[in-house]
């Protein structure tokens, strides 16, 4: 990571974060919270577990329910260093999760998350449900006190969702962005070569941009800025320059307007195939499932109910 510690790299990011002015601008944009917290080693859990309200105390008060979150986070960091899309991430009795992963130098150093929130309201039925589950952990709750816990949390209909999650992506980019030429710079004193090349390449995705053109334009040969490239960020040039169009594509197919073939165009993909190819090998679905995936979350509000879901998990049915 650029001669980098991970320790180094998020106490960077932490800096670059606690001047941003992010936090207090999103809580009163949204009303939820958001954290940003260093990815722990692989032993441990993510750590998402705001005591803030109280059906996470009740549910951590049990041995089951501390087991069902031990796993629901163990799952979150898998997807987290692996890149998956993981907001809204749902855990115990319909509480759910906003999370992004910031890389530095392209690898996840932390995690965005905000506190619990709703997708939508429980019904008195699915209070007594959730509120029984947890009696039969051994939690002291009433569907009486369950239903005053959930009153005080946020509720974010599906497009809602979806635009305070893109705007985390967006932010868990600019962060990493910001503090991986931060780095960059700092090991010459000065805005150094790849910090510049990381610069020209956001900002022209779009076009043809051959290597050879990118190290010609920070004054490096095209075989010391492969090596360079490799070495600090961790990929190559060609992977790194994907990523990006592939991340801008993800949020181009939001756009119900935008036919696929456009959207390919209009991040730098020549060739339409390829586009799709390159689009299933980092996402792991095709564009047009993709959208069809982001946009009908958006337009259903969690279809399925997601009450039971976190209970079900805890017995080995987790989807």
Same mark, same amino acid.
């Given at each position: 990571?650029?001669?980098?510690?991970?320790?180094?790299a998020f106490r960077?990011l932490?800096?670059?974060?606690?001047a941003?002015g @992010?936090?207090?601008?999103?809580?009163?944009?949204?009303?939820?919270?958001?954290?940003?917290? %260093?990815?722990?080693?692989? *032993?441990?859990?993510?750590?998402?577990?705001?005591?803030?309200?109280p059906?996470?105390q009740?549910?951590?008060?049990?041995?089951? /329910? +501390?087991?069902?979150?031990?796993?629901?986070?163990a799952?979150?960091?898998?997807?987290?260093?692996?890149g998956?899309?993981?907001e809204? @991430?749902?855990?115990?009795?319909?509480?759910?999760?906003?999370?992004?992963?910031?890389?530095?130098?392209?690898? %996840?150093v932390?995690?965005?998350h905000?506190?619990?929130?709703? =997708?939508? +309201?429980?019904d008195?039925?699915?209070?007594e449900a959730?509120?029984?589950?947890l009696?039969?952990?051994?939690?002291?709750?009433? %569907?009486?006190?369950?239903?005053?816990a959930?009153? $005080?949390?946020?509720?974010?209909?599906?497009?809602?969702?979806?635009?305070v999650?893109?705007l985390?992506?967006i932010? *868990?980019?600019?962060?990493g962005d910001?503090a991986?030429?931060? &780095?960059?710079?700092?090991r010459?004193?000065?805005p150094c070569?790849?910090?510049?090349?990381?610069?020209? &390449?956001?900002e022209h995705?779009?076009?043809?941009? %051959?290597?050879?053109?990118?190290?010609?334009?920070? $004054?490096?040969?095209?075989y010391?800025?492969?090596? #360079?490239?490799? +070495?600090?960020m961790?990929?190559?040039?060609?992977?790194y320059l994907?990523r990006v169009?592939?991340?801008?594509a993800?949020d181009?197919?939001? $756009?119900p307007s935008l036919? =696929? !073939?456009?959207?390919?165009?209009? =991040?730098?993909f020549?060739? &339409?195939?390829?586009?799709?190819?390159? @689009?299933?090998?980092?996402? /792991?679905?095709?564009?047009?499932?993709?959208?069809?995936? +982001? #946009?009908g979350? !958006?337009?259903?509000?969690?279809? !399925?109910?997601?009450?039971?879901?976190? =209970?079900?998990?805890?017995?080995?049915? &987790?989807?």
């Open positions: 990571m650029g001669g980098c510690s991970q320790e180094q960077l932490l800096q670059v974060h606690e941003q @992010f936090e207090n601008a999103f809580h009163q944009a949204t009303g939820l919270r958001v954290v940003l917290r %260093p990815l722990p080693v692989l *032993a441990e859990g993510v750590g998402t577990l705001p005591l803030d309200n059906v996470c009740w549910v951590v008060s049990t041995e089951a /329910g +501390r087991a069902l979150c031990a796993q629901k986070q799952q979150l960091r898998q997807a987290l260093e692996s998956q899309q993981v809204p @991430f749902c855990c115990v009795a319909g509480l759910t999760v906003l999370a992004v992963p910031v890389r530095v130098c392209g690898e %996840p932390a995690m965005l905000t506190n619990r929130l709703l =997708v939508r +309201r429980p008195p039925g699915e209070l959730a509120s029984a589950q009696r039969s952990w051994g939690a002291a709750v009433t %569907p009486e006190a369950m239903a005053e959930m009153a $005080n949390l946020v509720v974010l209909e599906g497009h809602q969702v979806e635009a999650a893109r985390l992506r932010y *868990a980019e600019h962060l910001l991986s030429r931060r &780095i960059l710079a700092d010459q004193g000065q070569a790849l910090a510049q090349a990381l610069a020209y &390449i956001k995705h779009r076009e043809r941009l %051959p290597l050879r053109e990118v190290a010609r334009r920070v $004054n490096l040969s095209p010391y800025f492969c090596k #360079l490239f490799h +070495r600090t961790g990929m190559t040039f060609t992977q994907t169009r592939l991340e801008r993800k181009l197919l939001l $756009n036919s =696929v !073939s456009e959207v390919a165009s209009a =991040v730098g020549g060739s &339409i195939p390829h586009f799709n190819r390159s @689009f299933k090998r980092y996402t /792991g679905m095709t564009p047009t499932a993709y959208r069809a995936m +982001r #946009l979350r !958006s337009r259903s509000a969690t279809a !399925s109910p997601t009450w039971v879901e976190g =209970v079900v998990a805890l017995n080995g049915q &987790i989807s």
